[in-house]
């Protein structure tokens, strides 16, 4: 308990920090990219509402890279904060507060004006949401992404596919450069309801794609139905297809957004425990056989 407070102190400084300083939306090529939320009303007129997350790729990473630096060495180190079991992060556009585990985080978030435009223009019954992030720096490159694969999904998820995802890349650089929509400072956003300026944002074939699956390059689709829960995948795009549920999930209803990581029943540990005795005790009996 004292290790996942101590990383929850750590990110809520490390996010206030970054918001205070209200630096330029962080693009694909620093190697950690902002988390960006979409959510997303398809039917009849278009219309979208995108969010910067204000918390990076790192924050997220599950391979523990020690220095923090994607060049393949796959370096063990430490987890990103935010994997931490029982952290829960939450976004409210209506109020523009961000939390982390229970404690507001300082703003200054700008969601709300635009977000209020977003659900005048949007029904509630056909709205989806994804989130994702992605790092196209150098050699490897990763994504990561919400959405509920199949295992089938996922098996033909190849790395030849995962890397032809960088195209999703010029989607960040329309946010950072789109000034009469976007202010480009942390938690800022923009929303967009016409079909010519949805041209190369989200729904564009660039970006999301019109199936919400990357430019049709993931194997499934990244958006899923608002109320409903969604899985967070980090995948890596090189020689090994590296692919890892970071369990925690997205649910997203009303304007709130909410990170969780659940932390394990005690029975689980229990079955995992008589579960390592037992792969134990075969051990032992074929050592002395």
Do not use: C
Not at 79 to 108: C, E, H, I, K, M
Not at 120 to 149: C, H, K, L, W
Not at 181 to 189: R, V
């Amino acid at each position: 308990m004292k290790t996942l407070t101590l990383k929850a102190a750590a990110a809520v400084s490390m996010l206030a920090a970054s918001s205070a300083s209200m630096a330029l939306l962080e693009q694909p090529g620093t190697l950690n990219a902002e988390l960006l939320f979409v959510a997303i009303d398809s039917t009849g007129t278009p219309t979208q509402f995108t969010a910067d997350l204000s918390f990076n790729l790192l924050d997220f990473d599950s391979r523990g890279d020690a220095t923090g630096v994607f060049d393949g060495s796959f370096t063990p180190g430490p987890r990103g904060a935010l994997l931490a079991l029982g952290t829960t992060v939450q976004w409210d556009f209506n109020t523009n507060t961000v939390s982390l585990n229970g404690a507001v985080v300082d703003g200054p978030f700008t969601y709300s004006s635009n977000f209020a435009n977003f659900l005048a223009n949007s029904q509630r019954e056909d709205t989806r949401f994804g989130v994702i992030s992605m790092s196209t720096g150098s050699y490897p490159e990763f994504f990561m992404t919400t959405g509920n694969p199949t295992a089938a999904q996922l098996a033909q998820q190849t790395p030849g596919l995962t890397n032809n995802l960088g195209a999703v890349g010029a989607w960040y650089g329309k946010l950072q450069n789109k000034g009469s929509h976007l202010t480009a400072l942390h938690g800022s956003n923009t929303m967009v309801n016409n079909t010519s300026d949805l041209q190369g944002w989200a729904l564009g074939g660039g970006n999301l794609g019109v199936n919400g699956n990357w430019a049709t390059n993931l194997r499934w689709s990244a958006l899923v139905a608002q109320g409903t829960e969604s899985q967070f995948y980090f995948l890596e795009a090189g020689e090994i297809q590296y692919k890892d549920n970071l369990g925690g999930t997205f649910s997203y209803d009303n304007g709130v957004l909410t990170w969780a990581v659940p932390i394990p029943e005690p029975g689980t540990y229990a079955m995992l425990l008589a579960g390592l005795a037992l792969v134990g005790g075969i051990a032992r009996r074929r050592l002395k056989a």
